[in-house]
């Protein structure tokens, strides 16, 4: 056991002073070695080699040309009256407008049988399909054994994932996190002078960057220009919890959520200590009123720092925008924008809740090959004359859906664990319902 | 997550399925896939519940009646096959199979066949007629809480009497298909597939 120990101790000791030197210094000061950058290059012309050898052996190159377009079935886009309209034009009379036909039916049936085909919203729960492999056995779909080149690739990759990146990941992650508690209780003993603010921002970014080394993410910042101001609330899009660092690593945000027990309380309380976040106990997030009211005051305290919401409400995965709650866009102050668009090429962000614990999520993020994303800060929008916080929410979800080339649909979140809404069926009939009795219905 | 999907359909599975329907292999694959993830406990089989979480059909009027065509009488879950058959109607009709032997018989997503499918919706207790009541139940689940019972009435009433030939207050069928014979029904009863 003695001679055991006498080896692996000098190899740790040499592990973790390369460690802090070449990573975690640098990446606290937000210097960069350049060691990410090479990594990535030579990731991305494997990846390239990968792609034309599947292409090259699977003689069906149009299938792979097709899937680009990932859609199985093509859709109309006319309303309910313009295909009704139609169906009746074949009528064997010419009977009054607006009246019922047998043919009428077809309409909902053909509606019906292409949402079993493919739907908007299912297919927004689970993660993205990729148009070639990237050489990870989880992305693998429907992609055969091609040559033994290739399986030598993924061999190797599996290799250098689990037994280097992984525990690299790992130990960096740790040490951040740690860091993160140790700093800020130590920071909060400090009086409230002026220095106090300056240096809770200094701990957070540096233990957010060393999160973000953890998980080698590598996040492209557009339009620093716009990044957030204090006194302001900003919004974006959600996929997973990593979108907190992402946006961690470039500014400092109050944060706003339900208190957890366990680790995530101990972060929670201790980010508590140097500077003002917003945490709801389970049963105040209940009542609306008293949660806008907590942020309202924090968005007009101009000292403190920007609140950081996700209205969706939950994980959706980085292909669309869903419905904005309204609840944010009541609070009054200005909304600053952000569109968060994950490569899925590298690494798969999204968070399947349903699938996947908080644990082995974390576990899968750090054995993808990286994590690449752009990050589009927004020009501030503010709630115009006229316009009610459900139209502002769905203007700004709009702008974000754009920048960020992410499909904007009205449809809730929460259709993820919850049943729509009678409400929409009973929109479907009345327009119908308008078709059978023309303009005169009962109201 | 689709990675184990395609390894669970067999090479004959798919052959056998593809005589039946006339998919062709790819759009069976992706289909498959679809299927799987539709199928929330994962023991290759479809409830209406399975169907029920998919939130374009849940407000679709007619959801539940579309839903039933997938079940045959009587049972709750439907396998793959049977989902495929069921699709199967709503394959586009194409110009070469018109004059193909094939050897089942008739082809699911022929014109015949896709009016039967309409039928069968309103027909619930397969009697081979869609009698007032049947219709009623249809007109009620389209329109909702918007038209009184006595106008609904009046409705079903003027349809059947437009459609009726023989004079037994039901419409059968041929009644039916005599009915919708200038409806374009190839085309309204098919899905355009990409691929």
Redesign the interface.
């Known amino acids: 056991m003695e001679g055991f120990w006498a080896v692996i101790f000098p190899v740790l000791r040499v592990w973790f002073t390369s460690l802090v030197v070449l990573i975690m210094l640098p990446a606290m000061f937000g210097i960069s070695l350049g060691i990410t950058e090479t990594y990535m290059k030579i990731l991305i012309k494997s990846l390239e080699w990968a792609t034309h050898r599947i292409q090259r052996a699977s003689r069906a190159e149009e299938i792979l040309k097709h899937s680009a377009s990932n859609g199985l079935i093509q859709r109309d886009d006319s309303s309910l009256e313009q295909e009704i309209e139609e169906l009746r034009r074949s009528r064997p009379k010419s009977a009054e407008r607006g009246d019922f036909t047998l043919s009428d039916v077809l309409y909902f049936t053909r509606k019906g049988i292409e949402s079993i085909v493919e739907d908007d919203v299912t297919q927004r729960f689970t993660s993205e399909e990729l148009v070639s492999w990237n050489l990870l056995t989880r992305t693998n779909n429907n992609f055969q054994y091609i040559s033994l080149r290739l399986t030598v690739l993924w061999g190797v990759g599996v290799v250098v994932r689990y037994c280097i990146l992984l525990p690299l990941r790992i130990t960096l992650t740790a040490i951040g996190l740690s860091w993160l508690v140790i700093g800020t209780t130590m920071v909060g003993f400090l009086p409230n002078f002026r220095v106090k603010g300056w240096l809770s921002d200094l701990v957070h970014l540096m233990c957010y960057r060393i999160c973000a080394r953890g998980l080698s993410a590598t996040i492209h910042y557009h339009n620093k220009q716009n990044r957030p101001k204090r006194g302001g609330i900003c919004v974006a899009n959600h996929t997973s919890p990593i979108d907190v660092v992402i946006l961690a690593n470039d500014g400092c945000y109050a944060m706003v959520g339900q208190v957890h027990g366990g680790l995530m309380g101990v972060l929670q309380r201790a980010m508590e200590r140097s500077c003002p976040h917003i945490w709801f106990e389970r049963a105040e997030m209940r009542d609306r009123h008293l949660v806008t009211q907590r942020l309202r005051d924090h968005a007009n305290d101009k000292t403190k720092l920007p609140i950081l919401i996700f209205p969706e409400g939950t994980c959706i995965n980085n292909t669309s925008v869903m419905m904005f709650k309204k609840g944010s866009f009541e609070i009054g102050g200005t909304i600053y924008p952000v569109a968060i668009k994950y490569d899925p090429q590298f690494g798969d962000a999204f968070w399947n809740s349903s699938k996947y614990s908080m644990v082995s999520y974390l576990l899968r993020m750090m054995t993808s090959w990286a994590i690449v994303c752009n990050v589009w800060y927004l020009p501030p929008m503010a709630q115009k004359e006229g316009e009610d916080a459900v139209q502002f929410a769905n203007r700004v979800k709009s702008t974000i859906a754009q920048q960020g080339g992410l499909v904007d649909l009205a449809w809730d979140g929460g259709l993820k664990r919850a049943k729509v809404k009678d409400s929409l069926k009973e929109q479907q009939q009345k327009k119908y319902s308008h078709m059978v009795v023309g303009d005169d219905s009962s109201d | 997550?689709?990675?184990r999907a395609?390894s669970l359909l067999r090479e004959e599975d798919i052959e056998e399925i593809k005589r039946e329907t006339g998919f062709s292999h790819?759009q069976i694959?992706?289909?498959y896939s679809?299927f799987h993830?539709?199928d929330k406990g994962e023991n290759g089989a479809l409830s209406r519940e399975d169907?029920?979480?998919?939130?374009?059909?849940?407000?679709?009027?007619?959801?539940d009646r579309?839903i039933n065509a997938f079940f045959p009488e009587g049972e709750d879950q439907v396998n793959f096959r049977g989902f495929m058959r069921t699709?199967a109607h709503?394959r586009p009709v194409e110009d070469n199979e018109k004059n193909k032997n094939l050897t089942s018989g008739e082809p699911l997503n022929s014109r015949a066949n896709k009016l039967l499918?309409?039928f069968r919706?309103?027909d619930l207790d397969r009697d081979d007629k869609i009698s007032r009541d049947e219709l009623l139940q249809?007109?009620r689940m389209?329109?909702?809480?918007?038209?009184?019972d006595e106008?609904l009435g009046s409705?079903a009433d003027?349809?059947i009497q437009?459609?009726d030939t023989n004079g037994d207050m039901c419409?059968s069928f041929s009644e039916?298909t005599k009915?919708?014979e200038?409806?374009?029904?190839e085309q309204?009863?098919?899905?355009?597939?990409?691929?």
């Open positions: 997550m689709g990675s395609s790819s694959t992706r289909l679809r993830s539709l169907f029920q979480r998919i939130p374009e059909l849940a407000i679709n009027p007619l959801g579309i699709l709503f499918f309409a919706l309103y249809v007109l389209m329109v909702g809480v918007n038209i009184s106008q409705i003027r349809t437009e459609a419409i039916f009915v919708l200038k409806v374009d029904v309204k009863m098919s899905i355009r597939f990409l691929h």
